[in-house]
């Protein structure tokens, strides 16, 4: 049995934390799957880079009102993919090859599934069919998250790892495999009313595959401010089919795709797709390491449950990204990556992880950003505040675009100014936002934001500009 100075479970945000501070420490890499982890491999990078080419794709839908009559000539399906995975999958060979290799030469890399069997002691049955055992000082675990398959009759409970369904079951794909399709399908059922779900669907869409979404609750999106869902649902039922307060009670194979059987508010039907792809959530990946026989402990929701350090309840053991925290972002996963890696090499004076104002957006068409809380969590939690609805079409730059729709919404402390959520829909939501997550940040007022600084004339950054200007004067309370 090898004994590390530091084991490392996952090799997505935790495999930056190896550097030149921990040269004279033997550590061990366990990877079950792709380096790089989720966002490289299957979630944030790729689907982005689908969905600039389905923007593209698109662009003749929103040249309409502006004149301009185009068409779409055809799809490269296999050309798209083969680019994005041509440069995907060098990325996470070359990521593997470098860790194996002469220049990490005090990191060993176990390639296969690590659990834990006592307190900081991991098995691992590798990918070779061998096994190997490791025990350690200190562990991280960044082992992240898995793909949810729901319990309907006809799918399987879950994938094996090139995301194939179990004997017997139906076909389905999920967001690890849909993005490797052969060809482009001629329509696509997707299940799921979430992000993942959202820029599926404009993707294949946009592309002119036949999209049909199917979501149990009232609206997509509905995790987001309720103006914001509310429009964004509006917008995705214009572009394609979308089933709301739909159950699905089975799925079956046809000679030519899959057949699902649908309870929703017009009564039961049969909706026939050639493709299906399953986008229900994700859940992190603590119970898969049974990391309680380690001694640390898990959640209601199945995360590991760290402190502000990033720390478990077992001294000497970290968790950050998806297997820990109930944001599924990239950018939060970096950010636990750096406090964990300050706190291993600097453990009398560690740092905590600031998750005051996190941003996310979700790139859809429209595309949509958010950061703070919404109005509805602000009036049920009675929390003083003000806001202001700025529409894209009442400034110069939406203006020329001819938008008309979307809108930046914001929260302000009426006795201080300090901005508390943003809310964004529309072009380039994403980008426009990030003055606002700044500001937060900062502790600037939406005044001093608005009035201190040059606005950019016509640009979208104006949106903000008049958003923050139309928020009242504060009245401090005495």
Not at 9 to 26: A, K, M, Q, R, V
Not at 220 to 237: G, H, N, P, R
């Amino acid at each position: 049995m090898a004994h590390f100075d530091l084991v490392i479970i996952g090799t997505g945000s935790g495999n930056s934390i190896p550097g030149p501070e921990f040269e004279h420490l033997t550590i061990a890499i366990v990877e079950d799957g792709l380096f790089g982890g989720t966002c490289l491999n299957v979630g944030c990078i790729p689907t982005k880079m689908f969905v600039h080419p389905a923007e593209l794709a698109d662009a003749a839908r929103h040249g309409k009102a502006l004149g301009i009559d185009a068409q779409l000539n055809a799809v490269d399906w296999p050309g798209i993919r083969d680019r994005i995975f041509g440069r995907i999958d060098a990325i996470e060979a070359g990521g593997r090859q470098y860790r194996e290799g002469p220049e990490c030469p005090n990191i060993t890399v176990f390639a296969g599934r690590g659990r834990f069997i006592e307190h900081k002691t991991l098995h691992i049955d590798l990918h070779d069919g061998g096994t190997s055992q490791v025990t350690a000082d200190r562990f991280v675990l960044a082992a992240g998250s898995h793909v949810v398959v729901p319990n309907i009759p006809g799918l399987a409970a879950g994938t094996d790892a090139a995301g194939t369904a179990e004997a017997g079951t139906a076909t389905f794909h999920t967001s690890d495999t849909i993005m490797r399709l052969d060809k482009l399908p001629a329509s696509i059922a997707i299940l799921g009313g979430g992000y993942i779900a959202a820029e599926f669907a404009h993707v294949f869409s946009s592309f002119g595959v036949q999209v049909t979404q199917i979501a149990r609750g009232k609206r997509l999106l509905k995790s987001q401010d309720a103006d914001v869902s509310a429009q964004y649902t509006k917008e995705a039922a214009a572009r394609y089919t979308v089933l709301l307060e739909t159950q699905v009670s089975g799925v079956a194979n046809t000679a030519d795709g899959v057949e699902l059987q649908l309870n929703g508010q017009d009564g039961t039907q049969t909706l026939r797709a050639e493709v299906l792809l399953i986008a229900t959530g994700r859940k992190p990946n603590g119970a898969n390491l049974a990391v309680e026989a380690t001694g640390v402990a898990l959640d209601d929701h199945g995360r590991v449950v760290v402190d502000e350090f990033q720390q478990t309840g077992v001294a000497g053991i970290y968790a950050l990204g998806d297997i820990s925290s109930h944001y599924q972002l990239k950018h939060v996963a970096n950010h636990e990556a750096k406090v964990v890696k300050h706190n291993l090499a600097h453990p009398d004076s560690p740092i905590s992880s600031d998750h005051r104002f996190v941003p996310a957006a979700v790139f859809t068409d429209p595309q949509i950003a958010s950061v703070g809380i919404t109005e509805a969590h602000a009036i049920k939690a009675g929390i003083p505040h003000a806001v202001k609805i700025q529409n894209y079409g009442d400034i110069a730059a939406g203006w020329a675009r001819e938008d008309s729709g979307h809108f930046l919404k914001v929260l302000a402390d009426p006795a201080t100014g300090l901005l508390l959520g943003a809310h964004a829909i529309g072009p380039e939501a994403a980008t426009v936002i990030q003055p606002l997550i700044q500001a937060m940040h900062f502790g600037q007022t939406a005044h001093d934001v608005a009035t201190k600084q040059y606005w950019i004339h016509p640009a979208l950054s104006e949106l903000v500009e008049n958003a923050l200007l139309g928020l009242p004067t504060p009245q401090p309370t005495h």
